[in-house]
């Protein structure tokens, strides 16, 4: 009777181990039929399995249009970009008192807040398009020489509201500012300078960030477009914050 009894134990063993490895048991106790283990999963100790979370896929670039950028620590665009901030500043403190109460709101920050509320009341990509049109119809196209006698100067946007005329600088600048007073996260919200390939001339737009792609803000048109779809922008610096960046790899298929 002793060599049945080793062989029934045996056979025993060998049942018991083929059903863990043919089982996954969670730190819950759940069981679920064996996946490929060669994938996205790791064994833990001599039988438990747990699936780990699977590669998700991530947007090619990080930032608009390409990922090759460096921090530039001095020139004209940070100049112009870190003066146009303390300025955003100040205005920013206009709202919030508007924000409170309308007696000393003057009317380019009530028109300027309207926008913002109309954007901040939709979600996602429509309230971000709500504010690129919104801009866009808001404000006549006019260069700084014929407005303001100079050949560059870039207005904030309660000055441009002021005046309701502005060139590209002065619509990206305002929308930039909307963006993220409705609501829009600094890592999802970009100023840039490109050169318009059609055209042969630099041009500000805006990027923001939804749902993992960037889509333009032009004031040319009212649709908002992906970034790799605007074959003829090549990027050539970009501004966030206080920081400006210069793209070293140009775009330009």
């Avoid at 998700?56 to 460096?70: A, G, H, Y």
């Avoid at 002065?170 to 409705?182: E, F, M, R, S, T």
């Avoid at 790799?228 to 610096?237: A, G, I, K, Q, Y």
Wanted: net charge neutral; charged share 25%.
């Amino acid at each position: 009777m002793l060599m049945p009894y080793r062989f029934t134990n045996r056979l025993i063993s060998t049942v018991i181990a083929f059903a863990i490895q043919t089982a996954i048991v969670d730190s819950a106790g759940w069981s679920a039929a064996r996946p490929d283990l060669s994938s996205h999963n790791e064994v833990i100790g001599r039988n438990r399995v747990i699936q780990t979370t699977p590669t998700v896929s991530l947007p090619p670039f990080s930032e608009p249009f390409s990922p090759t950028i460096v921090p530039l620590t001095g020139g004209e665009y940070l100049t112009k970009w870190r003066l146009v901030e303390l300025k955003i500043r100040s205005e920013i403190e206009t709202l919030d008192r508007c924000r409170t109460t309308l007696e000393f709101c003057p009317p380019s920050a009530q028109d300027f807040l309207a926008i913002i509320t109309e954007g901040r009341e939709r979600s996602g990509l429509a309230g971000i398009g709500v504010i690129n049109r919104a801009i866009n119809l808001a404000i006549k196209p006019m260069s700084d020489l014929a407005q303001w006698g100079v050949i560059d100067r870039w207005s904030t946007p309660l000055e441009t509201f002021t005046t309701r005329r502005g060139d590209c600088e002065d619509y990206a600048i305002a929308k930039y500012v909307a963006l993220k007073q409705a609501g829009v996260d600094d890592e999802d919200l970009r100023l840039i300078i490109v050169r318009d390939l059609v055209v042969s001339e630099n041009h500000a737009i805006v990027a923001a960030r939804w749902g993992g792609k960037w889509f333009i803000l032009d004031n040319r048109w009212l649709a908002l477009v992906e970034d790799n779809e605007m074959h003829r922008l090549r990027p050539l610096f970009v501004l966030n914050n206080d920081s400006v960046r210069q793209y070293i790899t140009a775009v330009t298929n």
